[in-house]
């Protein structure tokens, strides 16, 4: 019964949390950040169970930062900025190799924001794609330039036979539920800039503190 109540899925206002998770003075706010890979987890899951298996890992780290937001150190995890500042001023971070703080935010954030570069990388070969392209094709494209450097082999292997499961351009764009194929173009390009954007501002401070790293 569970199942039917659940919202009918829309991709847009799973980008809509991307898009909202930016305050004015450019701080990402986790929530909204979770949100967005809550959203598109469930999306994956919709894809089928061979997804379920890349979107698991996903689910676990988006629960680690649920836990973190919940626990009596909650408001230092409002937002990116204050999590890395109150992890690394409180020496709550390993970063040379994983010990004592295997859940940090910091390190597990660092998982999603990898796995950032590879929706916005997919999403943009999909909002340019023609209608003859493969979805497959395009994600796998988008995964070898960006996660895949993270992934040992044996994941990559995997990892590659989940997007041979992968529906075609025409029925992706209808899972996502966001209107015609020239509508999800328009949301595409619309949400873009701003993933991008919280991308650059986190790989940004990563860098600045050195984070990019974290084992
Ligand atoms: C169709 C929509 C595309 C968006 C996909 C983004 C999903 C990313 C999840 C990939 C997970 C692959 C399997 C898990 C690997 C983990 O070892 C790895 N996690 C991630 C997110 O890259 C590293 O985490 P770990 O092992 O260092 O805790």
């Known amino acids: 019964a569970a199942l039917s109540e659940e919202p009918k899925f829309c991709l847009s ?7 909202t998770c930016l305050t004015e003075n450019k701080e990402i706010i986790i929530d909204q950040y979770v949100a967005g890979w809550r959203g598109l987890t469930r999306f994956m899951n919709s894809l089928g169970t ?3 298996f890349i979107s698991k890992d996903a689910v676990d780290k988006i629960q680690i930062m649920v836990k973190h937001r919940n626990d009596v150190n909650g408001p230092r995890y409002v937002t990116v900025q204050s999590m890395v500042k109150y992890e690394l001023d ?4 390993d970063l ?3 010990s004592s703080f295997p859940e940090s935010g910091c390190r597990t954030l660092l998982r999603l924001h990898r796995a950032l570069r590879w929706l916005e990388l997919f999403l943009e070969r999909l909002r340019t794609s023609a209608e003859d ?7 796998s494209e988008a995964y070898n330039e960006s996660l895949a450097q993270f992934h040992p082999w044996l ?8 997007f041979c499961a992968l529906p075609g351009r025409s029925t992706f764009f209808e899972v996502m539920n966001v209107g015609t194929p020239e509508q999800v173009v328009v949301m595409l390009g619309d949400a873009l800039p701003l993933i991008s954007e919280v991308y650059q501002l986190t790989e940004d401070l990563y860098l600045k503190h050195k984070l990019l790293d974290i084992p």
Do not use: P, W
């Open 90 to 93: 409180n020496g709550l971070v």
């Open 133 to 139: 392209s493969k979805t497959s094709v395009m994600c």
């Open 50 to 52: 061979i997804f379920s």
């Open 155 to 162: 994941i990559r292997k995997a990892a590659g036979m989940a």
């Open 13 to 19: 206002e799973v980008l809509d949390s991307f898009k």
């Open 96 to 98: 040379t190799k994983r």
